[in-house]
């Protein structure tokens, strides 16, 4: 009786260790969405919102959204925690540079031959 709750009791624990995952799956802290703030623009603060996700080929893509319209981020790249991307308002070319601690993000809009400080926080939906 003791030998068959044994074989029992190992089987049951075979049973839930091999259906478990023993791989966590990495959230990748870049994408989603994050709140910023671009200062001192001509216009004013301006309120955006950069949309971070990762394309069919994996690669990191985005969007910026503000009062102006929402324009797309070329030449993403996310590195060390680093991003550098592009955009085009008005058929003027900005750069986006900056980078990301935790939940924030600290970077500048360089164009017009100024740079405007762009900072942020990660939006996190509950």
């Known amino acids: 009786m003791k030998k068959t709750q044994l074989i029992l009791g190992f089987v049951t624990l075979?049973?839930?260790?091999?259906?478990?995952?023993?791989?966590?799956?990495?959230?990748?802290?870049y994408i989603g969405s994050w709140s910023l703030l671009i200062e001192d623009t001509p216009q004013g603060d301006m309120a955006s919102t950069m949309t971070l996700f990762k394309n069919e080929s994996g690669a990191y893509a985005g969007n910026l959204s503000s009062d102006?319209?929402?324009?797309?981020?070329?030449?993403?790249?996310?590195?060390?925690?680093?991003?550098?991307?592009?955009?085009?308002?008005?058929?003027?070319?900005?750069?986006?540079?900056?980078?990301f601690e935790d939940m924030l993000f600290k970077g500048y809009v360089s164009g017009m031959g100024a740079d405007f400080k762009a900072n942020g926080k990660k939006i996190v939906s509950e």
Do not use: E, W, Y
Request: hydrophobic letters at 40%.
């Open 14 to 29: 075979f049973i839930l260790t091999s259906c478990g995952t023993s791989k966590s799956a990495k959230v990748d802290p």
């Open 68 to 99: 102006l319209g929402s324009f797309i981020l070329s030449n993403l790249k996310i590195i060390d925690g680093k991003l550098s991307g592009a955009f085009v308002v008005q058929d003027m070319d900005f750069d986006l540079t900056g980078t």
